[in-house]
């Protein structure tokens, strides 16, 4: 249904000639007035007379409210576009002036801005309305991308344009910069920027880029803002604290106010939603615009996890702690007493495995699922940031080769401790990490012989498991995480053989091409030589690590150091290594594929060999490996570059 056009002497009245007392609010571009319509209270929206940019402005927000029907969505009810002459004085002398008039009514909104409820340190709301408040604004920027015949980018969105009615329902309002594209996945420049710093993302203050990743992210800065108050996110960048421990202090100053009031029965339901929601607002304000959700996920996400509190709730107490640890994609933070409990205090009997600094542990839910809980127990400086990072990095990621967090802990106790001859009590605050179990183990449990026990289908989904999720860490945004402890323990095995990494304390953001670092941490045989001795990253340091990797996964065993021993004689060894497994699939009668997989065997030593090259340069990406693992991409160039011994052939 279109809106109504109304005549100027019309808007006049009802406004009482535009009086200042009926000015509800004031913005750059004009004055709201307060007015009766039919018995009805509407706002009636008065554009400042600035020739050229305000009547594009005008058009533009009412071509795209005119025909927009949705609950969390401003609704436009009139307009009025009137050009008139009018007796003015001009320099001394009086003048015939034209008088340009635009303005816009839309239903009237008696909660106000959302800016209005917002201070520096929090919101004044409850948690139940701000709840309401981020879903409402989540559908109705969901509705702008996906509900149109042509998608809507708002490219403004903040607190100040969602406004609130008597029931704080939140509605999405002003569309003066808003744009219509042709699908969610358009990206354009534009040649001049607009918008509001803190709001804007980084691309498009850097670089003008606009996409649907521009909406998102200042969806993310208004949930902060609701959530954290005004210097939320501003806080957040300068501080620049890990997420999840940006998402305790939030956690823990709404579960302060919550404790304030008898308004909360369901207090650890209202933590679990608020933990989510600033874990969703977080992902949100990604500097790269890959890593930020697409506003539909947002939407689903918050579906689901109402679904999943809908069962929770009907559940006993204990079975819906378990249930929280098999929720949707986003970890939670949990209880220490409940990681206690299911594994059993930390028994040596649930003891998976240890590393440098940590142990891990077998948890089991109420149901019979496994988990797996990893804790810190060497507590240092270094040990506590290799955990936090690894904590923060696993939260970005979602790839079914990169092994998922479900939950984490970060608990501080009062402790009775010696100290100087005497009793005293200290802060010990424990830092425990929640995975999905895997029941097969880590993959160096299967390199142990003189060769490989696993079948070559097994191998061959492992190797190339490995290298998809490698090329999720490296090219799956635009700052590539290197992993920098790429080796057997540190790949975990699923029911089905399926790889994933794991263990990323020691892994970096490189947003340079070339990073070093004074000291390199990591494990001997699988460091680059350029890692190990000058202290460089790159990501080619993982691709050293990949290679040393399959070689050992195709032999079963450990042959250090790559490449010099083997080089010296590769071709004796690929042709030995194929013949091992040639002989061994030659004794299944029925065997039926035993030329291609002895041709895929070759292929997966050569490209062993050619990614632990010691000159980085020459070694391949992961993008080309995987090619050349499904045989779209040719080899020889590394071949004759990087094996160009005077004994070595092209095995292939």
């Known amino acids: 249904m279109d809106s109504t056009c109304f005549r100027l002497h019309q808007l006049?009245?009802?406004?009482?000639?535009?009086?200042?007392?009926?000015?509800?609010?004031?913005?750059g571009r004009g004055d709201v007035y307060k007015a009766v319509l039919n018995g009805e209270e509407i706002a009636v929206k008065r554009l400042h007379s600035m020739q050229g940019l305000d009547d594009k402005d005008f058009r533009n927000e009412l071509r795209k409210l005119n025909k927009i029907r949705h609950k969390n969505i401003i609704r436009l009810i009139g307009y009025c576009h009137d050009t008139h002459k009018k007796c003015m004085e001009y320099e001394g002398e009086l003048v015939l002036a034209s008088i340009q008039e635009r303005l816009l009514?839309?239903?009237?909104?008696?909660?106000?801005?959302?800016?209005?409820?917002?201070?520096?340190?929090?919101?004044?709301?409850?948690?139940?309305?701000?709840?309401?408040?981020?879903?409402?604004?989540?559908?109705?920027?969901?509705?702008?991308?996906?509900?149109?015949?042509?998608?809507?980018?708002?490219?403004?969105?903040?607190?100040?344009?969602?406004?609130?009615?008597?029931?704080?329902?939140?509605?999405?309002?002003?569309?003066?910069?808003?744009?219509?594209?042709?699908?969610?996945?358009?990206?354009?420049?534009?040649?001049?920027?607009?918008?509001?710093?803190?709001?804007?993302?980084?691309?498009?203050?850097?670089?003008?880029?606009?996409?649907?990743?521009?909406?998102?992210?200042?969806?993310?800065?208004?949930?902060?803002?609701?959530?954290?108050?005004?210097?939320?996110?501003?806080?957040?960048?300068?501080?620049?604290?890990?997420?999840?421990?940006?998402?305790?202090?939030?956690?823990?100053?709404?579960?302060?106010?919550?404790?304030?009031?008898?308004?909360?029965?369901?207090?650890?339901?209202?933590i679990l939603r608020v933990r989510t929601c600033i874990t969703i607002a977080l992902?949100?304000?990604?500097?790269?615009?890959?890593?930020?959700?697409?506003?539909?996920?947002?939407?689903?996400?918050?579906?689901?996890?109402?679904?999943?509190?809908?069962?929770?709730?009907?559940?006993?107490?204990?079975?819906?702690?378990?249930?929280?640890?098999?929720?949707?994609?986003?970890?939670?933070?949990?209880?220490?007493?409940?990681?206690?409990?299911?594994?059993?205090?930390?028994?040596?009997?649930?003891?998976?495995?240890?590393?440098?600094?940590?142990v891990v542990y077998k948890g089991v839910l109420r149901n019979g699922n496994m988990v797996a809980v990893k804790k810190l127990v060497l507590s240092t400086l270094k040990s506590q940031k290799q955990f936090e990072n690894e904590g923060d990095l696993l939260m970005t990621l979602n790839h079914p080769n990169i092994v998922r967090l479900l939950g984490y802990c970060y608990e501080t106790e009062l402790i009775y401790r010696p100290y100087e001859d005497k009793f005293v009590f200290a802060q010990d605050t424990k830092h425990l990490l929640c995975l999905e179990y895997m029941p097969n183990g880590s993959l160096d449990n299967y390199i142990s012989g003189m060769s490989s026990v696993l079948d070559w289908h097994t191998c061959c989904k492992i190797i190339e498991g490995i290298s998809f999720g490698l090329m999720y860490l490296h090219e799956g945004s635009n700052v590539p995480i290197i992993h920098?402890?790429?080796?057997?323990?540190?790949?975990?095995?699923?029911?089905?053989?399926?790889?994933?990494?794991?263990?990323?304390?020691?892994s970096r953001l490189c947003d340079e091409k070339t990073m070093q670092t004074k000291v390199a941490s990591g494990t001997l045989g699988y460091m680059a030589p350029e890692y190990l001795l000058r202290g460089v990253i790159t990501p080619m340091a993982d691709i050293f690590g990949l290679g040393v990797i399959i070689m050992e996964v195709i032999t079963g065993h450990r042959e250090y150091p790559y490449p010099h021993d083997i080089r010296r004689s590769s071709k004796d060894f690929i042709k030995r290594e194929v013949q091992i497994w040639r002989n061994r699939l030659e004794k299944d009668p029925g065997y039926t594929s035993l030329e291609a997989d002895c041709q895929q065997i070759k292929t997966c030593i050569q490209i062993g060999l050619i990614c632990v090259n010691s000159e980085r340069t020459k070694r391949p990406t992961v993008k080309k490996i995987i090619d050349m693992l499904q045989g779209l991409e040719s080899m020889d160039w590394y071949i004759i570059n990087e094996l160009s011994m005077h004994d070595i052939q092209d095995e292939l």
Request: aromatic fraction near 8%; glycine fraction near 8%.
């Open 484 to 506: 920098l402890d790429l080796k057997p323990a540190n790949i975990l095995l699923d029911e089905n053989f399926v790889p994933k990494i794991t263990d990323f304390g020691l």
């Open 283 to 358: 992902r949100c304000v990604d500097v790269d615009r890959k890593r930020r959700p697409c506003i539909e996920h947002i939407v689903r996400e918050l579906e689901e996890l109402e679904a999943d509190i809908k069962r929770i709730t009907s559940q006993p107490p204990d079975e819906s702690k378990d249930s929280i640890l098999q929720m949707g994609s986003n970890p939670y933070h949990l209880q220490l007493q409940h990681l206690k409990d299911i594994t059993d205090n930390f028994s040596d009997a649930r003891r998976l495995g240890s590393g440098g600094f940590g």
């Open 12 to 27: 006049e009245a009802i406004t009482n000639n535009f009086s200042e007392d009926q000015i509800v609010g004031r913005g």
């Open 105 to 270: 009514c839309f239903e009237y909104m008696q909660g106000g801005s959302l800016e209005k409820h917002i201070g520096d340190e929090s919101s004044v709301l409850d948690w139940t309305t701000c709840y309401k408040i981020i879903q409402g604004t989540c559908e109705g920027l969901n509705h702008l991308h996906n509900g149109q015949e042509k998608p809507i980018f708002h490219l403004d969105l903040k607190p100040s344009h969602i406004l609130l009615d008597n029931n704080m329902t939140p509605k999405i309002t002003y569309f003066g910069l808003a744009t219509c594209v042709a699908s969610t996945e358009e990206e354009y420049q534009t040649e001049t920027m607009r918008g509001t710093f803190g709001y804007m993302p980084p691309e498009y203050i850097d670089k003008c880029i606009v996409s649907n990743k521009f909406d998102v992210f200042s969806l993310g800065s208004t949930i902060i803002a609701v959530m954290a108050g005004n210097m939320g996110y501003r806080r957040y960048v300068q501080v620049s604290p890990s997420p999840t421990k940006f998402i305790e202090l939030v956690s823990e100053n709404w579960k302060g106010r919550m404790h304030t009031t008898s308004e909360y029965p369901s207090q650890d339901i209202d």
